[in-house]
């Protein structure tokens, strides 16, 4: 059986094999999305296909709303050709249970996939006239960290966002050029109100798109291809709204496992493909059943009752305390260091790391003992409860197939807020030391080694992407192992460097830590596994 409309027309198929499929009429649903889009989405991997899609379905369901979601691929239109369109845009949600059972359902909330490259005219003009629908209340993102970026780590703009300053909002290469330029027409279509609600893990993520889209606006009006009033439009809290959210659900790669266990049921076509910006995708998501999002409640056009599919919608503040409290406290910290000591100690799933006494130990310490001392309550969500539930249930889950390898993408650019904001919150608190720290000071001496591109047993080990990678590589590229005397200040650039750590980490009183235990490492094969040991008891 394929995946698709025709096929999903078969539902005794589908129930006697263990799905859960759809209750609302799809036809109905493709119609009144078409008519009167709600709610577009740019980023269509697997965290948008494997929760806030379901999110949606649920409503739909429900009775709640008779409108899906309009996907966007805004890089790669290999994921509209390959993984969307072949199956109509339905997805099978896999969750995968701590007790080893698989939850199966279809998932056709999707009304519409789109390629947001502004050369294809058939679908950048579709979007155009989306974006101009009095209808539509939100366009939502789960485009990682760097697809917010304007500049590189020394504060220079991108080459790409100077060509999109200079050309206007005609032919916009970079993807927040290309929702400037959405919302421009948006804009020239009689100011009509939108809420951009970026759902990725960054700190302030709302607060950085909003300054992202208005620096290439104000660009615009100076090159005279916009007048001013379109950054005052921006600026209209009634007229267009950046809501802060904290979004938190593990989606790993989907897994050999799972595609052969589809294939066993008779669903064909459950091949796992490799785009070209090298994410891993299938026409099915594996994932945790967990999962969190809370929105900051500014919706100048209205919203879809989220609330009612598990969504907490509260206020700025409290979306702030519980980032927070997840992003610099209780998950991604200590995700981070199960990634860099995961990869140089030779392991390829988080779940067996967190069966090493010395990992297990050192992200218990990272959480309970220095993360949880400054972390604030955000009343909404429990953080005793929540790093609990972490470290005793979803990190250990031998079926979430994650891998440290796929943690490690983008370092450079989780480090600032993963261990930089508790490091800060530290150094400023009134009766906490940033220089007592160790647990945090270790892992960010497991990436300087890890940067060496050499494992624990002094073997070469692949290191996974990011886009300082080679200015990051530089620093230790004379450092050996047996060697630690030859190190020098290898370290002293980059552990000064703010725009990595979010501060002077020698001003912290940690720098010179760092580089104790960096040295400490380069004993010699083993030398990583032996000052874990030494440390974490």
Known sequence: MKLNRDGLRHREFWEQAGFEIPGFDMEKMLSATYEAPVWVHFGAGNIFRGFVTALQQKLLEGGRTDKGIIAVSPNDSTIIDQVYRPSDNLTILVHLLADGSLERKVIASVAESLSGNAGASEDWNRLLQ????????????????????????????????IEDM??????????????AALLYSRYMSGKLPIALVSMDNCSHNGDMLRKSIKTLAGSWIENGFVEKE??????????????CTMIDKITPRPSEAVAKNLQDL???????????????MSQFVNAERPQYLVVEDSFPNGRPPLEEAGVYFTDKATV???????????????????????????????????????????????????????????????????????????????????SPQRIACDTSQKIPVRFGETIKTYHGHPTLEA??????PLAIAGWCRYLMGIDDMGNDMELSPDPMLKELRAYVGNVRLCDPEATGDCLKPLLSNSRIFGMDLYQAGLGDKIEGFFVEMLAGPGAVRKVLEKYVK
């Open 435 to 440: 220089s007592g720290l160790t647990f945090i």
């Open 266 to 280: 008779g669903i064909e076509e459950m091949k796992i493909i490799c785009t070209s910006k090298n994410s891993y």
């Open 130 to 161: 989306i974006f101009s629908a009095p209808s539509l209340q939100m366009v939502s993102l789960t485009v990682t960290e760097k697809g917010y970026a304007l500049t590189d780590m020394a504060g220079e703009l991108l080459p790409v966002v």
């Open 166 to 179: 200079k050309r206007g909002p005609e032919k916009p290469e970079s993807l927040m050029a290309k929702l």
């Open 230 to 243: 379109y950054l005052e439009y921006i600026d209209d809290s009634e007229k267009v709204a950046f809501p």
């Open 320 to 402: 702030d305390k519980v980032e927070k409290m997840k992003v610099t406290t209780c998950l991604n910290p200590l995700h981070t260091a199960l990634a860099i000591f995961g990869c140089l100690l030779g392991y390829t799933l988080i779940a067996d790391e967190m069966k090493d006494e010395h990992l297990r130990k050192l992200v218990e310490k990272i959480g309970y003992d220095e993360g949880m001392p400054v972390v604030v309550n955000p009343g909404i969500i429990s953080p005793q409860e929540f790093i609990d539930e972490v470290l005793t249930q979803r990190l250990p889950n031998p079926f979430i197939p994650d």
